[in-house]
């Protein structure tokens, strides 16, 4: 592998043998901001074949409401594709019960959601790992809302693997807010069929995130 391949393979920029020297200073400061920015957002790299989540201090299990969209952010370490989602149905629900699975872009400044993939319903009756194959591009330091959402109109719904702990980069106005509770993530209640291009996000606690999983291809 010559000088400069793994960069590009990872989506970094580089500077061919022949270029003005002063070119070279400017793309070295080009590296190191993508190094920082890296390490402020606390993206990881992502081996192909690996299944990421976003970050939590632990788990539990627990039933969330149907069309309750809930999701938690993981920050993409290197340029990629992603080939899978999955979560975990610990207790399945009665006939009928289904888990739909999206991937938003996730905007820490605005705090705007965008609809990356709607990877459609999994199964929520019987237990175990439940997984769809998706294909979607992703950028270093990208920021993604990966959400879980009941469906399917089932008297008792499924049992999902949880988030439990709270994550520094979600924030909120009022520090009473803050100061009572563990932010975790994100939730729009009432999402019935596919899921919303651009919806309003309100603020969701521990306990409540499902533990959503992608894979790198």
């Not at 070295?28 to 074949?49: Q, W």
């Not at 019960?97 to 905007?107: K, P, Q, T």
């Not at 009756?125 to 990966?146: D, F, P, Y």
Request: charged share 10%.
């Amino acid at each position: 592998m010559a000088n400069g391949d793994a960069a590009l393979a990872a989506g970094y920029p580089v500077v061919s043998g022949d270029a003005d020297r002063r070119q070279g200073f400017d793309e070295i400061n080009i590296t190191r901001d993508m190094f920082a920015k890296l390490a402020a957002a606390g993206g990881i790299p992502m081996r192909s074949g690996h299944s990421y989540a976003a970050p939590t201090a632990n788990t539990q299990t627990a039933i969330n409401a149907e069309g309750s969209m809930r999701g938690g952010l993981l920050t993409v370490g290197v340029a990629g594709t992603l080939n899978q989602i999955a979560i975990e149905i610990v207790t399945g629900g009665t006939s009928g019960a289904l888990v739909r699975l999206g991937i938003y872009d996730f905007n820490p400044s605005t705090g705007v959601a965008t609809l990356l993939v709607d990877a459609g319903t999994v199964d929520g009756v019987a237990t175990g790992i439940k997984t769809a194959s998706i294909s979607q591009a992703v950028t270093a330091g990208q920021t993604l809302l990966l959400t879980a959402t009941p469906q399917g109109g089932a008297g008792t719904r499924s049992t999902l693997r949880m988030h439990v702990g709270s994550d520094p980069r979600i924030g909120d106005s009022a520090v009473s807010t803050l100061a009572a509770t563990m932010l975790l993530g994100y939730q729009v209640a009432s999402v019935s069929g596919s899921l919303p291009s651009t919806p309003t996000l309100a603020l969701a606690g521990s306990g409540s995130i499902p533990r959503v999983m992608v894979r790198a291809a």
